[in-house]
């Protein structure tokens, strides 16, 4: 009788042992399913944050293509070759509305003062706003010269070749001096709260001047001049 009661028992703690066991892997799909239901269902994520550090120096890039622009009609303009005036008349109207009157007004009016008034890097920010100002400067020439008729006078081609190489010159240390130096340095002459309202301003400024496209509607534009210039494809640029 008790080897009956014993095993009643064995029988009963196994199954309800069973069954706990299965309760707990519904559980477990329970929870693992609503974890994953909204990627499954196609919830759409939220907008991933850029820095305004990362912000500026993504700018940069559009500032960097549109020097392989120039560049590539100084090669052919050395060579003799035709250079479509659109081309570079284009790269002129986005650096004009996208670097001097967008991008660098954010450096004029959200860090240079906050360097300024911290008392840090105040030679490096004077020489980087005399270079704004000579960079507007160049691109009014760069418009200027980039027309049919300006492309088909020796003079003419001579200055714009000097104004093309005048600005590159002058924006590749300068881009890259603040993406080494002025930029990493922000976050010292800032709270954590103002750093991240900067981001938001950045943004808000950059719907504003570009609409719902932003920067990508930027970058595409550059991508069209390039595409008319033959140089979008990336591997092109490969040594052979």
């Given amino acids: 009788m008790a080897e009956k009661e014993s095993s009643r028992r064995s029988l009963l703690v196994t199954a309800a042992?069973?069954?706990?066991?299965?309760?707990?892997?519904?559980?477990?799909?329970?929870?693992?399913?609503?974890?994953?239901a909204p990627e499954e269902s196609g919830e759409k994520k939220e907008e991933e944050e850029v820095s305004p550090a990362e912000d500026l120096m993504r700018e940069h890039g559009v500032l960097r293509r549109v020097l392989l622009i120039y560049e590539e009609g100084l090669r052919r303009l050395a060579g003799g070759e035709k250079v479509p005036?659109?081309?570079?008349?284009?790269?002129a109207q986005i650096i004009r509305r996208f670097i001097e009157d967008y991008h660098e007004k954010l450096e004029e009016q959200f860090l240079f003062p906050r360097f300024e008034r911290a008392g840090k890097l105040l030679?490096?920010?004077?020489?980087?706003?005399?270079?704004?100002?000579?960079?507007?400067?160049l691109t009014a020439e760069v418009l200027r010269l980039?027309?049919?008729?300006?492309?088909s006078s020796p003079?003419?081609?001579?200055?714009l070749t000097r104004t093309l190489q005048l600005f590159i010159r002058m924006y590749r240390p300068h881009a890259a001096?603040?993406?080494?130096?002025?930029f990493p340095a922000l976050r010292q002459v800032v709270s954590s709260h103002e750093y991240d309202a900067l981001g938001e301003d950045f943004e808000r400024k950059e719907h504003?001047?570009?609409?719902?496209?932003?920067?990508?509607?930027?970058?595409?534009e550059v991508a069209t001049l390039e595409k008319a210039l033959g140089i979008y494809e990336l591997s092109s640029f490969t040594p052979q």
Avoid at 123 to 137: N, P, T
Avoid at 155 to 159: I, K, Y
Avoid at 209 to 218: I, K, P
């Fill in 85 to 91: 005036p659109q081309t570079l008349a284009g790269g």
């Fill in 17 to 36: 042992s069973a069954g706990a066991g299965w309760m707990l892997a519904g559980c477990a799909t329970t929870s693992t399913g609503s974890t994953h």
């Fill in 146 to 151: 980039a027309t049919p008729e300006s492309l």
């Fill in 155 to 159: 003079d003419s081609v001579a200055s």
């Fill in 208 to 220: 504003e001047l570009f609409g719902v496209a932003g920067f990508e509607g930027v970058v595409e």
């Fill in 123 to 137: 030679d490096l920010v004077g020489v980087l706003r005399d270079q704004h100002a000579k960079g507007r400067q």
């Fill in 177 to 182: 001096r603040e993406d080494t130096v002025l």
